[in-house]
């Protein structure tokens, strides 16, 4: 067995692929629209142009908001000795998204030694040293905690508070604290803002307007979301869904 296996797939918005797992990891990339990967341990929100890392036997759901192309590579979990071992949001820089891009038209049974397998060990070789990007939310194991946490996903526009917050879970504030940085790594404000960044790439892929995305998610105005955007991505919201990759040729489609 070749130790990438390329596949090429489109979605309409909206679409769900229920919980499952594979034997192989996956390198998926969305050229389009943008892909919510969930499992037990968080959320990853994978907008245009980037990708997610799922190792081998992780089983996750996906979501797809907009008109969603995805490209993905099932790898063999020994292809390399120094693969990633947890899921992860990365960037996917223009050198490989190309490769991607000619993987799908290499056919399953390419020859050693050729151009197709210099191909494939090539993007071996660049998946172990991508960026990782912060477009992750995640999840906690404690039963308080992560019932809060479906709580804030269900309703991430509410004006939720540190205090209402540890009202909600029946802590104080400073205990919630604690636990919230212990079992999350971030802090309650710093988490609550993540998680409505992801709202945002989801709506704004979906195809709503930046103004409606900022009121939607509790901003006081389409500046203030923009601000957060911009300070967390490098980009306002509009040129970051205006940015098309120039593949540089069509996609196997």
Same mark, same amino acid.
């Given at each position: 067995?070749?130790?990438?296996?390329?596949?090429?797939?489109?979605?309409?918005? *909206?679409?769900?692929?229920?919980?499952?797992?594979?034997?192989?990891?996956?390198?998926?990339?969305?050229?389009?629209?943008?892909?919510?990967?969930?499992?037990?341990?968080?959320?990853?929100?994978?907008?245009?142009?980037?990708?997610?890392?799922?190792?081998?036997?992780?089983?996750?759901?996906?979501?797809? @908001?907009?008109?969603?192309?995805?490209?993905? +590579?099932?790898?063999?979990? %020994?292809? #390399?000795?120094?693969?990633?071992?947890?899921?992860?949001?990365?960037?996917?820089?223009?050198?490989?998204?190309?490769?991607?891009?000619?993987?799908?038209?290499?056919?399953?049974?390419?020859?050693?030694?050729? #151009?197709?397998?210099?191909?494939?060990?090539?993007?071996?070789?660049?998946?172990?040293?991508?960026?990782?990007?912060?477009?992750?939310?995640?999840?906690?194991?404690?039963?308080? +905690?992560?019932?809060?946490?479906?709580?804030?996903?269900? %309703?991430?526009?509410?004006?939720?508070?540190?205090?209402? @917050?540890?009202?909600?879970?029946?802590?104080?504030?400073?205990?919630?604290?604690? @636990?919230?940085?212990?079992?999350?790594?971030?802090? !309650?404000?710093?988490?609550?803002?993540?998680? #409505?960044?992801?709202?945002?790439?989801?709506?704004?892929?979906? *195809?709503?307007?930046?103004?409606?995305?900022?009121?939607?998610?509790?901003?006081?105005?389409?500046?203030?979301? &923009?601000?957060?955007?911009?300070?967390?991505? *490098?980009? &306002?919201?509009?040129?970051? !869904? *205006?940015?098309?990759?120039?593949?540089?040729?069509?996609?196997?489609?």
């Amino acid at each position: 067995m070749q130790p990438i296996v390329p596949l090429a797939e489109n979605y309409p918005h *909206g679409e769900r692929i229920a919980p499952h797992c594979h034997n192989r990891a996956q390198l998926i990339h969305a050229l389009s629209g943008v892909i919510t990967v969930n499992s037990s341990q968080g959320c990853w929100v994978v907008p245009p142009g980037r990708g997610v890392w799922v190792p081998a036997a992780v089983e996750h759901d996906l979501k797809m @908001a907009g008109q969603v192309r995805m490209r993905t +590579l099932f790898v063999a979990s %020994d292809a #390399r000795p120094d693969l990633p071992l947890t899921c992860r949001v990365v960037d996917i820089p223009p050198l490989l998204r190309q490769l991607i891009i000619s993987a799908m038209l290499i056919p399953a049974d390419y020859p050693p030694g050729g #151009r197709d397998e210099r191909v494939m060990q090539l993007i071996l070789d660049e998946i172990r040293v991508l960026p990782i990007l912060a477009l992750h939310v995640p999840l906690p194991v404690d039963p308080q +905690l992560a019932a809060l946490c479906q709580a804030l996903r269900d %309703d991430p526009a509410s004006p939720w508070s540190l205090q209402r @917050a540890a009202a909600h879970s029946g802590l104080n504030a400073r205990t919630l604290t604690r @636990a919230f940085q212990r079992e999350t790594g971030l802090s !309650f404000i710093q988490w609550l803002r993540r998680l #409505r960044l992801l709202a945002s790439l989801d709506a704004l892929a979906a *195809g709503h307007s930046i103004l409606n995305v900022a009121l939607d998610l509790g901003y006081d105005s389409p500046s203030a979301f &923009s601000a957060m955007f911009r300070r967390t991505l *490098g980009v &306002s919201p509009s040129a970051y !869904f *205006g940015k098309t990759p120039a593949y540089g040729q069509p996609d196997a489609d």
